[in-house]
């Protein structure tokens, strides 16, 4: 029997956590043949050499492509946007996949979706129909009508997508590929996180018993130039309540230069007591770092989406998440220092919040390898009502 080949196309540690499940169930599916290229950020050093994760996993890359054109600005982003649309399509012709996935909203999610429409590859799409701030919304409401497959995360995703005229046959609400990872590790996992996590990152060491926040903020590519005073009041707001602190980078998003400039001031004016910095960290202790942490503050997806299922108490600063989906654990702030601070507080007498499967039950993955296996599509597209 022929095995249908799908190919996955990975940009990001985002874009690799948000899929990683679902490339396994399709690797292990005697239907299908994974494809696999990485690409974007994932396969720069600087940003933690995310394809040396996807290895270790036991995932062999196709391909790789260097398409990430330096300056993290609104025109590198829209160029090495281009880029990726000229290295993709020769690609996409050697491999000659019968289906391409593509994960959520980043700039190689455009490239991957147009190149795979213009060569009239069938586009399946994770993570379609939210609603949030930035370009990422655009991004990903433009991906769902080249997309022929509908993967969405949550019941209100599979409504709007729907209401962008998608037939409801080709909409599939199977949750979060990210949530099967969770589900995963928490059962798998006792929690503990080993002293050997600060041999990585740079920074000062502290004990992981103690409370402590996680910070993770990226750019919010329409606000582009307010990066470094939003991350500098986010990390005062921190400093303020003298509590340990782990930060990461920030991602390849326009405004990743101002972010990465305010952390880089940030320690150079020697504030960064008791803070440890990271490019990069796997999923698996990322995961167990939200299950500990005292609160999750930044704008970071992964606060609504696992945080609701871990039970995290998140502050969620600013408007990238605007108006996505989210569980009770959340807050929502200003970027005014006093007010992450004050929110950060109540969190931490908190505590812990009840478990919600908001964005899935743990399943995603080898549903979306299931339906790959048994659906057909025509490429020829109709908009319905």
């Known amino acids: 029997m022929t095995r249908k080949k799908i190919c996955v196309v990975v940009g990001s540690r985002a874009n690799y956590s948000s899929i990683k499940s679902a490339m396994r169930a399709i690797q292990e599916h005697p239907a299908l043949e994974l494809q696999l290229i990485v690409t974007a950020s994932a396969v720069l050093d600087r940003y933690g050499s995310v394809v040396k994760l996807i290895e270790k996993d036991g995932f062999k890359p196709h391909a790789r492509v260097t398409m990430l054109i330096e300056g993290e600005s609104p025109s590198t982003m829209a160029k090495s946007t281009g880029l990726g649309l000229l290295e993709l399509p020769t690609l996409f012709e050697q491999l000659a996949p019968d289906v391409v996935l593509t994960v959520g909203d980043r700039f ?14 069938p586009v399946a799409h994770t993570m379609g129909g939210e609603v949030s701030g930035t370009i990422d919304e655009s991004i990903r409401h433009a991906v769902t ?13 599979r409504d709007r997508i729907i209401k962008l005229g998608e037939l409801p046959q080709h909409v599939h609400m199977v949750g979060c590929p990210r949530i099967d990872l969770v589900a ?26 103690e409370p402590f926040i996680l910070v993770s903020q990226h750019p919010v590519t329409t606000e582009y130039g307010s990066g470094e005073a939003q991350i500098t009041a986010t990390l005062e707001a921190v400093r303020e309540l003298g509590l340990a602190a782990i930060v990461l980078w920030p991602n390849a998003d326009a405004g990743a230069d101002d972010i990465s400039r305010g952390i880089r001031k940030w320690r150079e004016r020697k504030l960064d007591d008791r803070m440890h910095f990271f490019k990069n960290l796997p999923i698996e202790v990322y995961v167990n770092l939200m299950r500990s942490t005292a609160c999750l503050v930044g704008n970071s997806s992964s606060g609504l989406r696992e945080g ?18 989210r569980g009770d654990n959340v ?21 812990r919040y009840p478990m919600n499967p908001l964005y899935g039950n743990g399943t995603a993955g080898k549903q979306i390898a299931d339906v790959l296996a048994r659906e057909t599509v025509s490429v020829q597209k109709c908009i319905t009502y």
């Open 108 to 121: 190689e999610t455009m490239a991957t979706t147009l190149a795979a429409a213009y060569m009239n590859i």
């Open 145 to 157: 009508k080249f997309a022929h497959i509908h993967f969405p995360a949550s019941p209100g995703a």
């Open 184 to 209: 995963e590790i928490l059962d798998e996992s006792t929690g503990k996180i080993s002293d050997q996590l600060f041999d990585m990152g740079v920074g000062e060491r502290f004990s992981v018993e």
């Open 308 to 325: 609701a299922y871990i039970g995290t108490p998140v502050v969620n600063v600013g408007t990238r998440q605007n108006m996505r989906d």
């Open 331 to 351: 807050i929502e702030v200003s970027y005014d220092r006093k007010d992450i601070a004050r929110a950060i507080a109540r969190q931490v007498e908190h505590g």
